[in-house]
């Protein structure tokens, strides 16, 4: 065992890792490193994909991962990226207040400096878009104008998002370091000027290119948008993309015909990987990643951030604006967001106005006057919603009444409150509703879910807690 507790030593940790290679019985000198270094590694059988063992559990190499992980808890995120992160983005780092790294980031910055591929498993808020963007700066080569960073996203709102991070990051001192280029970053979002972008591709290509996959695909076909030179490629929010049955074949095709998983480095990130061992057979089996690929799952025994407290209210459906009223005028939070169902196909037919602005109307004509009350939902011209999102983002207080389409990566990070107005349609839906709050990495302060429910939806939010294992406590108003 003696060559395993050196590894470990020195390697990161990693809370679950798997690889699709078998040990041999002669000390796992065969295995990667990375999986050495978790303390409960599975390892699995190239035949049947089954665990063939759970080892590593003894006391002794307990204790050397537990000094090494003390040693790690010292590090800072600088300590991490030295020597490859450039010194200008590391310095940006530090001035915007990234000083500590999230578990996440402690654990999959190794993995990912390391070039392997990785899936970036860890809960909402956990600091995610920042280790794949360090991760790209350290592989970015200013000099040299071709596209070398692509990051897809599901929503224009989350493409604005993580090109704001990345634009921020990649800003360069006043004084330009000696001979350094800037990194430039492209959004190339649904709804955005395509012919804005066709004269920019022409005239240089940007170093990242952050896009949905509708707008990218019509960029590729028109062999205007070229990834040979391609080093990373992220897909955020992955199982979204995968369930979605507008974006999965483009998906698909974006991974192993426009580009091949040897040639680049491939990082998939989600809070909620569902069935992630046959996602993670499923990757090597259709070439979407090497064979080596390193799944970076933090917490697994806590998919929901434990600072989150969950509530519930019944009443009939008759009752729920006013449910909602007096839950807020109790709560009077400074800024929260009241998730609303779509609208059903019968309902838009028959020429009903969408819930949401049932609900908005309600809201501004009864005797809530706290905050200001805004609207995003999938229907909006994107001019509307962009405009209700940067609203938000201005600061002050506000309610933001959405749909789903708020539901994913988006990042306000004073939001302290969360109603389900609807119960959501599934666990993974209801995880990431709740994880619009709860977004200072550090932070200790309480934040709130509640769900407004009917009696007979009772059971379908005890399902969610099993699967998701929290605790929601009911409410009597
Ligand atoms: N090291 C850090 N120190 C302090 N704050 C951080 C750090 N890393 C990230 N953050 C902040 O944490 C918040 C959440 O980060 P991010 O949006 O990357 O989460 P995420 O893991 O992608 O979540 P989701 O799964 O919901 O998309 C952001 O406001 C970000 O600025």
Not at 213 to 226: A, D, P
Request: hydrophobic content about 40%; charged content about 20%.
């Amino acid at each position: 065992m003696a060559p395993i507790i050196s590894a470990t030593q020195q390697l990161p940790l990693v809370s679950h890792a798997f690889s699709y290679s078998k040990p041999t019985r002669a000390g796992f000198s065969l295995l990667q490193p990375h999986i050495l270094h978790s303390n409960k590694a599975l390892f699995y059988s190239r035949s049947n994909f089954r665990p063939l063992k759970a080892i590593l559990n003894s006391p002794s190499l307990t204790k050397v991962a537990g000094d090494a992980k003390e040693k790690e808890e010292a590090l800072t995120l600088r300590d991490i990226c030295l020597g490859h992160v450039p010194e200008h983005v590391l310095r940006r780092v530090a001035e915007v207040g990234y000083v500590v790294p999230t578990d996440v980031q402690k654990q999959a910055l190794p993995v990912l400096f390391s070039g392997s591929d990785c899936i970036l498993h860890a809960q909402t808020g956990s600091g995610k878009t920042l280790a794949y963007l360090l991760l790209i700066f350290s592989v970015m080569n200013t000099q040299r104008s071709a596209v070398q960073a692509l990051i897809v996203v599901p929503t224009r709102e989350l493409g604005i998002q993580v090109t704001k991070v990345a634009r921020m990051l990649a800003a360069m001192p006043t004084e330009n370091e000696a001979g350094q280029k800037s990194c430039t970053v492209m959004a190339l979002l649904d709804g955005g000027m395509l012919r804005r972008h066709k004269s920019w591709l022409k005239a240089e290509p940007p170093t990242i290119v952050v896009a949905t996959i509708g707008s990218l695909c019509q960029m590729l076909e028109k062999h205007l948008l070229k990834l040979e030179s391609m080093q990373v490629l992220v897909i955020d929010e992955v199982d979204f993309m995968f369930n979605s049955s507008k974006q999965v074949s483009s998906l698909r095709k974006l991974l192993t015909s426009y580009s091949s998983c040897n040639s680049r480095q491939t990082v998939f990130a989600s809070a909620s990987i569902p069935q992630h061992n046959r996602f993670l057979y499923d990757c090597i089996q259709q070439k979407w990643t090497k064979r080596d690929v390193v799944h970076v799952h933090v917490n697994p025994i806590e998919p929901m951030p434990t600072r989150l407290q969950h509530k519930f209210v019944i009443c009939s459906k008759k009752q729920r604006h006013q449910t909602l009223l007096s839950l807020m005028l109790s709560d009077t939070p400074k800024s929260g967001i009241i998730f609303v169902g779509e609208q059903s196909e019968k309902s838009k037919k028959a020429g009903n106005a969408p819930p949401t602005i049932d609900l908005v109307d309600f809201l501004k004509t009864s005797s809530w006057g706290c905050s200001e009350i805004l609207l995003l939902e999938e229907d909006m011209n994107f001019n509307s919603r962009a405009a209700s999102l940067s609203e938000v983002r201005q600061g002050g207080g506000y309610l933001l009444v959405a749909t789903d389409i708020a539901a994913r990566g988006v990042d306000l990070p004073e939001i302290t409150h969360i109603y389900n107005f609807d119960l959501p349609r599934t666990a993974v839906d209801y995880l990431h509703r709740a994880g619009r709050t709860g977004r200072k990495p550090f932070s200790d302060e309480k934040c709130y879910v509640t769900n407004i429910i009917m009696p007979e939806e009772r059971f379908v939010l005890q399902r969610y807690e099993n699967e998701l294992m929290f605790n929601c406590e009911e409410l009597f108003l």
